[in-house]
């Protein structure tokens, strides 16, 4: 039940470069999408979010894209920096009173200097 | 930084063993998760928890673990009789707020299982 997906295991980019991470979802009641990287050995921590009723949201280098109609989100990070080589999350929530997180398979990202 | 901290950070243990793991989450958060990622997998919901009860759980979450906060500050996952299949690295989360919108879980840095 694949209802996040994340169709590449691993992204190599230069520094400076832009990294796009991409993600698609299979369910139109999710209401809610997020962004999580982790470092080995750590938790993941929060990134970045964007609501279903938007088609865009900017953090600082960080970008969300949404578009509902193709089921698909991406995340832009401008420049991409050495510090930036994690695996990247894409997670999904429906609406309502809950906070259970659907989580894709993950990205690695390796950004070169 | 106020962050969720998890015991112990690795613990390997016997197949039909019991198994508590132990996390203190954000003091003023008022959401409790536990989440697994089984080595190579996706991180997976196991159950959510509020005001002393399970307000959702996943179809693995089954007979086999229990949560509680016994005691104000900590929040433990209990398997009764581990299996090989439930080594994993499991997470504890905590969120201020719950819903769509107020999204953000704040994660430990995980307790990695190992059952043998």
């Known amino acids: 039940d694949q209802q996040v997906k994340q169709n590449s295991p691993s992204l190599s980019v230069q520094e400076g470069r832009i990294s796009i991470l991409n993600c698609d979802y299979t369910?139109?009641?999710?209401?809610?999408f997020l962004w999580y990287k982790k470092y080995p050995a750590e938790g993941p921590t929060f990134l970045i979010s964007?609501?279903?009723?938007?088609d865009k949201n900017e953090d600082g280098r960080f970008t969300v894209f949404l578009n509902k109609s193709a089921k698909h989100l991406s995340l832009h990070i401008v420049p991409s920096q050495p510090g930036d080589s994690a695996v990247y999350f894409c997670a999904a929530m429906y609406g309502g009173a809950t906070n259970k997180l659907i989580f894709g398979t993950g990205t690695l990202l390796a950004v070169q200097p | 930084e106020p962050e969720v901290t998890q015991t112990p950070s690795h613990q390997v243990t016997q197949m039909g063993q019991e198994v508590i793991l132990r996390c203190v989450p954000i003091?003023?958060?008022?959401?409790f998760y536990w989440y697994r990622q089984i080595l190579g997998q996706k991180v997976e919901f196991l159950v959510s928890?509020?005001?002393?009860?399970?307000?959702?759980k996943s179809e693995i979450f089954d007979d086999q673990f229990s949560v509680e906060r016994p005691d104000g500050s900590n929040f433990t996952l209990k398997i009764r009789s581990t299996k090989l299949e439930d080594s994993a690295m499991y997470f504890c989360?905590?969120?201020?707020?719950?819903?769509?919108?107020?999204?953000?879980?704040?994660f430990g840095e995980g307790s990695r299982l190992t059952v043998l």
């Open positions: 928890f509020y005001n002393n009860e399970i307000s959702e």
């Open positions: 964007i609501s279903s009723i938007k």
């Open positions: 003091s003023n958060h008022l959401y």
């Open positions: 989360a905590s969120s201020e707020l719950r819903g769509a919108n107020t999204g953000e879980l704040f």
């Open positions: 369910n139109s009641m999710f209401d809610y």
